[in-house]
């Protein structure tokens, strides 16, 4: 699962300019065929700081139901993480935690 020579990596916060930041966000992780659970698990860890249980969860939530909000923040926090996980090749988006209409 995670080796022990990685050890997650906090969020940098920088200041907030943009209006459109504000505000609860949700970053969301897609299920595909082709990116490993250990990969997800690990991706999820060293995004977000979450325990390996959380991820395990998470992981399984997006395989089982096709995505999963993994992560909940301000839009810059969510895009820095999400711009992590998808360096590991998972499909990612950031959204508003919940629809204003």
Known sequence: MVSSGSAPVPLQH???????????????????????????????V?????TIQE?????????????????FGDQIECEAAGQIVSSYGIKTEVRPEWAVE
């Open 14 to 44: 920088p200041e907030q300019t943009d209006a459109s930041a504000e505000g609860r966000w949700a970053l969301v992780i897609f299920n595909d065929d082709v990116t490993p659970y250990d990969t997800v698990i690990v991706a999820l």
């Open 46 to 50: 060293h995004a977000t700081a979450c």
């Open 55 to 71: 991820a395990e969860i998470e992981t399984w939530e997006a395989h089982h139901f096709g995505s999963c909000q993994v992560h």
